[in-house]
């Protein structure tokens, strides 16, 4: 079936700071790919997507590029923020469900 | 527009019992999907409506079941909580139910249920 691997946690990173968040999928077909942002006591909010290979999806700085040859869509962002810390989720879809990976915590400090 | 309506936030109930969880999709969504999110298990997929018919469920007992109103309004119930039911529920919706397109779907705030 349908799985997602990101890479564990949690990741801490002073301000200003480049981020790679690694996520890995295992899919039949072509799926979409997602980030989540989960920021606490609220539900998950969208950060970008990708719905075929080679698409760059892209919000808020962050950028993810669905590769097909290594089952990847890493998350990345040039300069963090205190704001930015948050719990980040890669997830697929082959039709009408998401698929999550397991959540990498974010902190940035000042 | 309003988002992704989930009510009530909070929830303490006892084994046993059991539980109705409402959710008003964002104004012009008729599909709505419902999922668990646990510390031990994550984000796992309940099921999911279109236009009042479950098209797609996930892996729980059929303890966990749901439906949808005419409004696109949905509902999912817990008969027999037990104390491995606490979890955060999440009510997500879009317009339509194809995530592979350009739809793009919507989480709630969530409702948390305790189960003491």
């Known amino acids: 079936g349908d799985s997602v691997t990101q890479m564990e946690g949690p990741v801490t990173l002073s301000e200003e700071a480049f981020l790679t968040i690694n996520c890995t999928y295992t899919a039949t077909g072509y799926p979409s790919l997602f980030w989540y942002v989960q920021y606490p006591g609220e539900g998950l909010q969208l950060l970008l997507k990708?719905?075929?290979?080679?698409d760059k999806g892209s919000n808020k700085g962050f950028e993810a590029t669905y590769r097909k040859e290594t089952t990847s869509f890493h998350l990345e962002k040039g300069s963090v923020q205190v704001s930015d810390s948050a719990v980040y989720f890669c997830a697929l879809s082959s039709g009408s469900r998401l698929t999550f990976g397991e959540g990498t915590q974010l902190t940035v400090n000042p | 527009k309003a988002g992704v309506t989930q009510t009530p936030r909070y929830l303490i109930k006892t084994r046993g019992q059991q539980v109705t969880l409402s959710c008003s999709p964002i104004s012009g969504h008729r599909s709505v999907s419902w999922y668990q999110q646990t510390p031990g298990q994550g984000l796992q997929f309940l099921f999911e409506?279109?236009?009042?018919?479950?098209?797609n469920k996930g892996n729980f007992p059929g303890r966990f079941s749901g439906r949808q109103f005419s409004n696109s309004r949905s509902e999912m119930n817990v008969s027999t909580l037990e104390l491995g039911d606490s979890a955060l529920y999440l009510c997500?919706?879009?317009?339509?139910?194809?995530?592979?397109?350009?739809?793009?779907?919507?989480f709630g705030s969530g409702t948390q249920l305790s189960v003491l």
């Open positions: 997500a919706s879009s317009q339509g139910p194809d995530l592979t397109t350009n739809e793009k779907l919507f």
């Open positions: 990708a719905t075929k290979a080679d």
């Open positions: 409506y279109f236009s009042e018919t479950q098209r």
